[in-house]
T-cell receptor
Framework: DSGVTQTPKHLITATGQRVTLRCSPR?????VYWYQQSLDQGLQFLIQ???????AKGNILERFSAQQFPDLHSELNLSSLELGDSALYFC?????????????FGPGTRLTVT | AQKITQTQPGMFVQEKEAVTLDCTYD???????LFWYKQPSSGEMIFLIY??????QNATEGRYSLNFQKARKSANLVISASQLGDSAMYFC????????????????FGTGTRLTIIP
């Protein structure tokens, strides 16, 4: 158990819908990262938050957005879903800052868009 | 831009043998970190080992060691005395968080190697 929690574990929804994925980082970690794992694209970085502020953006679609709340949990919002958005979405956390090293991953949310 | 290359899509290894999983990387930043993660069939990503670009010695964690050859830009994972439970996907990843990317600690992943341990 990495200490990072993600809910829900599985999500099945239809095209055009909107979903919210939730992540709680390990106790004491200030940085939260979102990654997408799909058969086509492999593991890709989406976005990073550090202590409530957006720190870095990767290949995140405009239909996707995220935020980190004062209690440090994070949510990833996916809207106008398409079949190609079906993937495993991981949240990871780390202490954050230039001195941090390991990123610990949550169990992931498997999203299926039908 | 950072790039991680894993050239072995799949490997079959006899139980109790040692196995080396290859990883090469490319970055222009002198400060970076290299990681290996294990992803079993259940899907979770398990952190295995970390090597910093300025670390003088190769990292080791139990049966895992990282063969870091900076000049060749390679960071191979060595698993000693393989076990059936080692069957999984293994990903090499790099964090490039030098001065130019302060605070940007994203990981860039390779395509992975599927390791199968044969009894």
């Amino acid at each position: 158990d990495s200490g990072v929690t993600q809910t829900p574990k599985h999500l099945i929804t239809a095209t055009g819908q909107r979903v919210t994925l939730r992540c709680s980082p390990r106790s004491g970690d200030l940085s939260v990262y979102w990654y997408q794992q799909s058969l086509d694209q492999g593991l890709q970085f989406l976005i990073q938050y550090y202590n409530g502020e957006e720190r870095a953006k990767g290949n995140i679609l405009e239909r996707f957005s995220a935020q980190q709340f004062p209690d440090l949990h994070s949510e990833l919002n996916l809207s106008s879903l398409e079949l190609g958005d079906s993937a495993l979405y991981f949240c990871a956390s780390s202490v954050g800052g230039s001195s941090s090293y390991e990123q610990y991953f949550g169990p992931g949310t498997r999203l299926t868009v039908t | 831009a950072q790039k991680i290359t894993q050239t072995q899509p799949g490997m079959f290894v006899q139980e109790k043998e040692a196995v080396t999983l290859d990883c090469t990387y490319d970055t222009s930043d002198p400060s970076y970190g290299l990681f290996w993660y294990k992803q079993p069939s259940s899907g979770e990503m398990i952190f295995l080992i970390y090597q910093g670009s300025y670390d003088q010695q190769n990292a080791t964690e139990g049966r895992y060691s990282l063969n870091f050859q900076k000049a060749r830009k390679s960071a191979n994972l060595v698993i000693s005395a393989s076990q059936l439970g080692d069957s999984a996907m293994y990903f090499c990843a790099m964090r490039d968080a030098g001065i130019s990317n302060f605070g940007n600690e994203k990981l860039t992943f390779g395509t992975g190697t599927r390791l199968t341990i044969i009894p």
